[in-house]
């Protein structure tokens, strides 16, 4: 099975001590459920969003009132960017 990738596309920052654990699993599956694994693995990536320029979301600069943004801020530092390793 031959994969794909595009030159111009970014790379994101792997974590790697997921990626040392993967491929230690990828070391005890068979032929076939290797094969399996990069297809899934492949289907994450491909369907990674690209994301807009910063540019085209000036227009929301601003709209936020101080209570809105502090609620926000809040929320996103309560709830996102943690990695729980256990949860797999």
Do not use: Y
């Amino acid at each position: 099975m031959e994969l794909e990738s595009s030159e111009a596309e970014e790379v994101p920052m792997v974590n790697p001590t997921i990626k040392d654990q993967i491929l230690s699993d990828l070391d005890r599956l068979s032929p076939e459920e290797q094969t399996r694994a990069a297809e899934f693995v492949h289907s994450l990536a491909s369907r990674t969003p690209k994301g807009i320029p910063g540019r085209d979301l000036r227009r929301f600069a601003g709209i936020l009132d101080p209570e809105s943004a502090r609620e926000m801020i809040e929320a996103i530092e309560e709830g996102c960017e943690r990695v729980d390793l256990d949860e797999w």
